[in-house]
C-alpha cells in the first residue's frame, strides 16, 4: 500500500476492500481509520466494500449464512452499540449514494432496524 501511494498511485475501492480484507481481526478504530481515509481521499464506496465493510466489521466467517434477519440480530448481538452504530452509519452513507445493497449488507440493515439501531 504504502509503496503504491510513493508511486503516486491512488488507491480505489477495490484497494479498500483488500485492505478490510487484511484487517478482518482489526478492532472497530482500526476499520473506521481506513473508511476515514477512504472518504477523505474521494474514493467512492462500492457494493463490495460496504459488504466486505459489514463483515468484517462483525468478524462474519466466510463459510456462515445469515440466513435469515433473526440469524443477523443473533450474530449482531455478540458485538457492542458502537459496532451497531457503524454499520448503521455504513448503511445509510450507501443508500444515500444509491449503491445497490447486497443481500448481507440488507440483512444486517434490517437486522440493525429491528434492533431499534436507526
Do not use: C
Not at 508511486?7 to 478492532?27: C, E, K, Q
Amino acid at each position: 500500500f504504502d509503496t503504491m501511494l510513493e508511486a503516486g498511485i491512488m488507491p480505489d475501492a477495490m484497494v479498500f476492500t483488500n485492505l478490510l480484507g487484511a484487517h478482518r481481526t482489526a478492532p472497530l478504530a482500526r476499520l473506521k481509520a481506513l473508511r476515514a481515509q477512504m472518504q477523505a481521499w474521494n474514493v467512492p464506496a462500492n457494493r463490495v466494500f460496504v459488504e466486505t465493510y459489514l463483515a468484517t466489521l462483525f468478524r462474519k466467517p466466510k463459510s456462515v449464512r445469515w440466513s435469515s434477519t433473526l440469524d443477523t440480530i443473533k450474530a449482531l448481538r455478540a458485538f457492542d452499540m458502537s459496532h451497531w452504530l457503524e454499520a448503521a452509519d455504513v448503511i445509510k452513507d450507501a443508500k444515500s449514494k444509491d449503491i445497490d445493497l447486497s443481500a448481507l449488507s440488507k440483512s444486517v440493515g434490517w437486522a440493525l432496524q429491528e434492533m431499534g439501531v436507526y
